[in-house]
Nanobody, 124 residues
Framework: QVQLVESGGGLVQAGGSLRLSCAAS????????MGWFRQAPGKEREIVAA????????YVPDSVKGRFTISRDNAKNTVYLQMNSLKPEDTAVYYC?????????????????WGQGTQVTVSS
């Protein structure tokens, strides 16, 4: 069992930055690939970044490429999402998730554990 707790969300002006953190419980964090997803009202949940268990491989979709960066610190059981040049369309609830296995995945159905989410609001 893995419990995930996100933090770092908030209100920011367009063009600003935020760094989200996701702290994981348990001693097996380094065995899980991790992902960040977001869900805006009326829209489906979508991936914004994923990282392999070791941190060696990462994925970001074109929609956030060059603006969002995912990283992890396995010694601290934490995964991060650095978000720069934020836009109003980035407004959503952001979730972190853990998937058993070494390799990252962009498919939300591959993820076994989810955090409660943190709200990010970008004002224009």
């Amino acid at each position: 069992q893995v419990q995930l707790v996100e933090s770092g969300g908030g209100l920011v002006q367009a063009g600003g930055s935020l760094r989200l953190s996701c702290a994981a419980s348990g001693r097996t964090f380094s065995r899980y690939a991790m992902g960040w997803f977001r869900q805006a009202p009326g829209k489906e949940r979508e991936i914004v970044a994923a990282i392999s268990a070791s941190g060696a491989s990462r994925y970001v979709p074109d929609s956030v490429k060059g603006r969002f960066t995912i990283s992890r610190d396995n010694a601290k059981n934490t995964v991060y999402l650095q978000m720069n040049s934020l836009k109003p369309e980035d407004t959503a609830v952001y979730y972190c998730a853990a998937a058993r296995g070494r390799f990252y995945t962009s498919n939300l159905y591959d993820y076994d554990y989810w955090g409660q989410g943190t709200q990010v609001t970008v004002s224009s």
